[in-house]
Each structure stands twice: as structure tokens, then as C-alpha cells.
Nanobody, 114 residues
Framework: QVQLVESGGGLVQAGGSLRLSCAASGSIFTINSMGWYRQAPGKQRELVARIISSDNTNYADTVKGRFTISRDKVKNTAYLQMNSLKPEDTAVYYC????????WGRGTQVTVSS
């Protein structure tokens, strides 16, 4: 089993930045990739970014150039740096491991005001 706990969400004005963290514990040796997903009200959950290695990352077109996913294997933590936030980025953000999810965190709310 792997436990994932997200943090770092909050309320920010458009154009601002937030950094989400996802702390992993448990059988983390089984995890070789991680992903960040988001779900806005009334919409399906969607993949925002995934990381397989430091030089193998992918992003949804809607966040490319604004968001950066990274991972600290020593701290067993994944990050999502979100810059130039837009109101349409408002959603609950979930951490997943591996990037095709077997384990989910409970999510952290991100609200971007216009």
C-alpha cells in the first residue's frame, strides 16, 4: 500500500503562483512514476502532468509552459509548481501513483480568482 497526502492548495489571484506537494509513504519502492490530476466542478478528472524521470515529463496542453512537475526521491515527495494561474485552473488537485493511478491522495483545493 502507498499513502499519498497533498498540500499547498489555496486561494490565489489570477496570475499568481502556487506550489503543490504530494508526500508519499508506505510501499514507495513500488512507485516508478507519479502524476497530478485535477477535477473541476461538473467536469471529469483530467491528467495535468506526469513524471517518470527527471527528464521524462509530460503536460496537458492547457498547462504547458505554466506548470512544472518534479520529484524528490529522497523526500518521497512530488511537486507541482503552478505559475501564471488562470481562473480555469480552479479545481481539486489530486496526486496519483503511478501516473496511471493505482493510488490516489485525497486532493487539495486550488481556487483562482479573476
Amino acid at each position: 500500500q502507498v499513502q499519498l497526502v497533498e498540500s499547498g492548495g489555496g486561494l490565489v489571484q489570477a496570475g499568481g503562483s502556487l506550489r503543490l506537494s504530494c508526500a508519499a509513504s508506505g510501499s514507495i519502492f513500488t512507485i516508478n512514476s507519479m502524476g497530478w490530476y485535477r477535477q473541476a466542478p461538473g467536469k471529469q478528472r483530467e491528467l495535468v502532468a506526469r513524471i517518470i524521470s527527471s527528464d521524462n515529463t509530460n503536460y496537458a496542453d492547457t498547462v504547458k509552459g505554466r506548470f512544472t512537475i518534479s520529484r524528490d526521491k529522497v523526500k518521497n515527495t512530488a511537486y507541482l509548481q503552478m505559475n501564471s494561474l488562470k481562473p480555469e485552473d480552479t479545481a481539486v488537485y489530486y496526486c496519483a501513483a503511478p501516473w496511471i493511478p493505482v493510488y490516489w491522495g485525497r486532493g487539495t483545493q486550488v481556487t483562482v480568482s479573476s
